[in-house]
């Protein structure tokens, strides 16, 4: 019986293919080939599409490029058979949707709570640093004004005992951010829950206006974040507090130098663009990456595989808010009931039905090599889409697609 030549690649290659490019990776040492070249993108086509993951070709197609480089870098190879031989696939060329995510997310009834391992608690949205610290989550001047809860409600003592019970039943090593707090109330939540994590999040302004508060972080050696806006605030302070960890707004260049040397300096700086009516481009430099970039990222493997299941951006958090609502991102204004929360949060959760999961599925991203390499969405990112200011991150990009 007459025998044909078949090609296949090897199933630790990862397989991307679009329009206008072909992505291929050696998932055990990272090295990534692209290619743009019709034959190739053709040849990439038939063989996502063939179930056996093996096609068919001619001598002369082993002079086309992915398949001359898959077989000098070992991704793949010829063999000739009487009828078409099966080569089993890479199993992160399979992982997407919903499904992928149920099969992957290895979860029972008693370790789910696990999963929720930081909540930001609100505790008076009158102060000052809720608003701040909300603009440096979200990356939005005008983020505060998306309506997440009444601007003069704030929580009590009893409020406080209450959510972090609940909190901590879910999950008793959860991480708890407190924000707009005075002294008064810090001082009870650490005198009322010694064993529970709590960061409280402050700015420098108000670290100025409350030396008790200021002591009292320092006398219990807390960690806690500072917020800081480098356009107002004196930044001299001890480098060597191990224990601060620094939020900064950076709206343009010069903010974003100062951070660096305050970076090179020894501070733990958590650098939070902050996108304002005037600074668009500046952001979007900012969010902006390069195809070698992404061709470099070391353990494509395990960013592949993040990246097609959820949004390592907001997974694992919540939003607590006074009057009991909370959210899994403050990219919705959809706040739930927190009397609800741990039966609403097993049913998101299985069905991985909420922001959690909310990864690159936009309409030029689904056509590109690249979509799974590229970060997850951000908040930034996802307010320059709504108003139709950014279609891709790939700077100066136009076959990336």
């Known amino acids: ?123 008076d949205m009158a102060n000052q640093d809720c608003y701040d610290y909300i603009k440096l989550i979200t990356g939005i001047e005008e983020s505060y004004n998306k309506g997440y809860c009444d601007i003069s409600s704030n929580m009590n003592e009893n409020d406080i005992d209450a959510y972090i019970q609940e909190l901590v039943a879910i999950n008793p090593d959860i991480i708890l951010n407190i924000c707009g707090l005075n002294s008064a109330l810090l001082d009870y939540i650490l005198s009322h829950f010694p064993n529970v994590s709590i960061n409280p999040i402050v700015s420098l302004r108000a670290l100025q206006l409350n030396p008790n508060m200021r002591n009292l972080i320092k006398e ?46 020894g501070h733990q700086i958590n650098i939070c663009p902050v996108l304002n009516s005037t600074n668009s481009d500046f952001i979007k430099s900012l969010l902006s990456i390069s195809r070698e970039e992404l061709l470099n990222i070391k353990n494509k493997y395990r960013t592949l595989k993040i990246n097609n299941l959820i949004n390592s951006n907001f997974w694992g958090k919540l939003y607590l808010f006074p009057t009991g609502k909370v959210c899994y991102s403050l990219n919705n204004i959809q706040l739930l009931e927190f009397n609800l929360l741990y039966e609403r949060y097993k049913t998101d959760f299985l069905n991985g039905t909420f922001e959690w999961t909310l990864f690159r599925n936009f309409t030029k991203c689904r056509d590109c090599m690249f979509q799974y390499l590229c970060p997850a969405p951000n908040y930034i990112e996802i307010n320059l889409r709504e108003n139709n200011q950014i279609e891709c991150l790939i700077s100066n990009e136009e076959v990336s697609t």
């Open 1 to 123: 019986m007459e025998r044909s030549l078949y090609f296949y690649l090897e199933p630790y290659v990862y397989l991307k293919n679009s329009k206008k490019g072909l992505l291929l990776i050696n998932l055990l040492d990272d090295k990534a080939f692209t290619f743009e070249d019709s034959k190739s993108i053709k040849i990439g086509k038939q063989l996502l599409s063939s179930h056996k993951r093996t096609i068919q070709i001619t001598k002369d197609d082993t002079q086309i490029p992915i398949i001359d480089s898959a077989i000098r870098y070992f991704m793949g190879d010829t063999l000739t058979a009487i009828s078409q031989p099966l080569q089993f696939d890479s199993e992160i060329n399979n992982v997407f949707g919903k499904d992928a995510y149920r099969k992957s997310i290895i979860y029972s009834n008693y370790n789910i709570g696990r999963y929720l391992t930081n909540c930001t608690i609100f505790a």
């Open 220 to 265: 219990k050696q807390l960690r806690y974040t500072l917020l800081l806006d480098l356009s107002h605030d004196n930044y001299a302070w001890d480098v060597n507090d191990k224990l601060c960890s620094v939020s900064v707004k950076i709206e343009n260049n010069r903010n974003l130098h100062i951070a660096n040397k305050l970076i090179e300096q």
